[in-house]
């Protein structure tokens, strides 16, 4: 009998895509019927339901934010993935789910217990992986993440500033194809775009940033968590 993986392979390749994107998007059009299918932005009620049902128990088991991972391989064998239900819950992809919290609200929390919460890393990060990596396969991420300088970032969040912002970011500011840019053009970019500053965002998102922040500690302090972060 053939793989079930065997027609997305081969749909993949006639559309340039991963089998696991096409798996994804066949998702995507089971649940929604091929309706809504543009990424839509979180709700603050979205975020808070991540915390509040997914985060919070991790620290009342007293966790450290850094430490709190939604992946599946941290559940125990048999055991539901909580993460897939409140997916399921909030309409939305698990992944999508996962990556709310790895790229956006965990570096929130962690940031702000650090005292660095929006400070531009982007060229620290593209020096340190210049002076230090001779090419991007061979990049070792959590070593990169336990700096000192990236404090308040987690190895998904720099990855993820690394390669989908920096790298995408160089190669249309040089005009340059994807495989031809490296490690010295990406620091090249960071020195001519960036500054030693704090982010500057738009006011929404920092009016998210302090109510999810809010909600955290408000949490934090109602479950008497002692020495935390």
């Known amino acids: 009998m053939k793989s079930s993986k065997q027609p997305l ?14 798996k994804s998007r066949v998702r995507i059009l089971k649940r929604t019927g091929g309706f809504n299918l543009s990424r839509k932005k979180f709700t603050l009620e979205e975020d808070l339901t991540i915390l509040d049902s997914l985060v919070m128990p991790r620290v009342a088991r007293g966790e450290q934010i850094s430490e709190i991972s939604l992946q599946k391989r941290e559940v125990q064998h048999g055991s539901p993935w909580p993460a897939e239900d409140k997916a399921k819950e909030l309409n939305r992809e698990v992944w ?46 959590p070593e990169v993440a336990v700096r000192r300088e990236f404090a308040g970032q987690t190895l998904n969040s720099l990855r993820t500033m690394y390669f989908k912002n920096l790298r995408v970011s160089t190669r249309k500011k040089f005009q340059l194809e994807n495989d031809e840019v490296t490690a010295q053009d990406i620091m090249n970019y960071c020195e001519l775009v960036y500054g030693k500053s704090r982010a500057r965002l738009g006011g929404k998102t920092m009016e998210r940033q302090r109510k999810v922040i809010a909600f955290f500690e408000k949490k934090v302090d109602g479950l008497g968590v002692l020495n935390f972060p």
Request: charged share 25%.
């Open 96 to 141: 999508v789910v996962l990556r709310r919290w790895e790229i956006y609200l965990q570096p929130w929390l962690l940031q702000h217990y650090t005292g660095t919460l929006n400070l531009r890393v982007e060229r620290m990060l593209a020096n340190y992986i210049n002076d230090n990596f001779d090419t991007f396969d061979k990049i070792n991420w």
């Open 9 to 22: 392979k081969k749909i993949g390749h006639q559309i340039n895509r991963r089998p696991c994107d096409v």
